[in-house]
Every structure is written in C-alpha cells, then in structure tokens.
C-alpha cells in the first residue's frame, strides 16, 4: 500500500515537479488522450487558429499540448519535469520549454489562452491564477480540463476502487476536479463550464501501464503486486472478444476569461 496522507494535503506540497519522473514510459503509453469536439470548443470564438498563441501548463509529454496545435494554434508547452519534456513527441507548432505554473518566464500579456490539461490540482492556485492572468492578454482565455473516470461504468467504478484502495484513499483521487479556487480568482470571470463523453481502449498492458502512470500509486513491493493482481482480475472479467477493457469518462471543461484591467 502507499502511505497514508492526510486528506487536507495541499497537492502542490507533495512535489509535483519530480513526482512524475519515474512515470515517463507508462505515461507516454497509457495516458488518455482528450475528445477533439473538447479541443473545439476552447478554440471557439478565439481569433483564426494560426493567429493564436497558447500556452499549455503542465503540458507533461504534451498529449493536449499537439492536440492544441493540430488546430493551426502556436502552443508553448510548459512543463518542469525534464524527463517529462524530454519524451515529448515533436510537433512543428509546439515548443516545450522549462517552467511552472507559478513561475511561466513568459512576457506580460503575451498570450491568447492558457490550458492546463489535468494538471490544475497540483498547482498552488492563488500565484498561479495570478501568474496566468498576468501572462494573457486583455480577456484572454484559460481553460482548465480533467478526464473524470466515470464510475456510473461498472469497470471503470472498480478500477477506481482499486486505485483508491492501494493508494490508501490519496487526496489526488478525491480532490482531482477542484475548480473552486478558479471560481473564487478576483482575476477571472465568465466562467463556464462543459462536459464531453470520452472512452480509453486498453488491453492487459495498456490497463496496466495506465495504472503504473499514476503518480501516487507504488511501482515495486506488496502494494505493487496486489496492483497488479487486481488489474489483472479487472482484465480478465471485463475483456471483450477482442481481449479489450474501455475505461470511460465524463471530461469537463471549464473556461474563463482574464479580468479586464
């Protein structure tokens, strides 16, 4: 089992910068992707995509960050992990760079839409909320998004069981959609708020890798190996004639717009 953190662990606290590092392989492999009807929706009503530049935080291996820019949009994706940005896959309109979401290195009002792709609950909200509105131009957009795994799926509520049972109940996993501290920001308004159907093929390595990606679940020891023998059972009752599971999603996302200064 994981050790035991109390629920009113502030997530930033438990050092997202590197928690990720032994994570890349799985990640890479296993990481869902998001609905392209998600990636629409941010971009509505922006100006023409080749005349925007985004600004993806905590863009990880940038899986939203490509999706941004298969658009047309010119994405900087930030991420602070080196080995998190190093496996990130090529893509002529995405440049990774080095930085946090409380500290971008980026220009004043420089951009036209922050994103940041399940990763918000790891930042510490006040300075980053700062820092995005002080990066985004004059009513400029910032879009927040989480795969939610829908538990109204009879596998995906017994993964997610799984997961909370070896995790020993991790404030990750109960806190992973916390838009509060987004709605109570002086520095954004309108916001709004959507949800999108999403479903993740895997089979056995896939399941497992996907699993192996989370970043507080253990990668060796007991713990480990009763991981691994759930998933295992989770496979083998829920596999379909073509040896896949689908773990299924309710991804939300939620939009603002910069304060007008």
């Known amino acids: 089992m994981s050790e035991i953190i109390p629920e009113a662990t502030p997530l930033h ?10 994570r890349v392989e799985d990640y890479v492999k296993a990481r869902p992707s998001y609905p392209e009807e998600l990636i629409d929706k941010i971009l509505e ?23 941004i820019a298969e658009k047309g949009v010119r994405v900087i994706a930030i991420e602070p992990n080196t ?3 190093e496996a990130g896959e090529a893509h002529p309109r995405v440049e990774f760079r080095s930085g946090s979401a409380e500290a971008t290195n980026l220009p004043d009002a420089s951009v036209d839409l922050v994103t940041a792709f399940q990763a918000f609950h790891w930042f510490n909200h006040e300075p980053s909320l700062l820092e995005f509105r002080r990066i985004l131009k004059p009513g400029g957009r910032l879009a927040v998004v989480w795969n939610n795994r829908d538990e109204e799926d009879n596998f995906t509520r017994e993964y997610s069981s799984l997961v ?5 109940k991790h404030p990750g996993e109960s806190r992973l959609r916390k838009v509060e501290p ?4 002086p520095h954004f308004v309108n916001f709004r708020e959507y949800w999108f159907d999403y479903r993740q093929e895997l089979d056995l390595a896939g399941l497992i890798g996907r699993a192996r990606s989370v970043s507080y679940l253990p990668r060796e020891g007991e ?7 759930g998933l295992e059972n989770l496979y083998n009752q829920f596999k379909d ?8 999603y ?7 717009s910069s304060v007008l200064l």
Not at 13 to 22: A, E, G, M, V
Not at 57 to 62: C, D, E, L, V, Y
Not at 182 to 185: A, I, R, T, V
């Open 250 to 256: 309710r991804t939300s996302l939620n939009l603002a």
């Open 83 to 85: 080995a998190m940005r």
């Open 164 to 168: 909370r049972e070896i995790s020993n």
């Open 241 to 248: 004639e073509q040896g896949l599971v689908y773990m299924v």
């Open 223 to 229: 713990g480990y190996n009763q991981l691994i023998a």
């Open 182 to 185: 987004l709605l109570e920001s």
């Open 13 to 22: 606290t438990l050092n997202p910068l590197n928690r990720f590092s032994d």
């Open 45 to 67: 009503g922006l100006a023409t995509p080749s005349q925007l530049l985004a600004v993806d935080i905590g863009a990880g291996t940038g899986i939203s960050s490509r999706l």
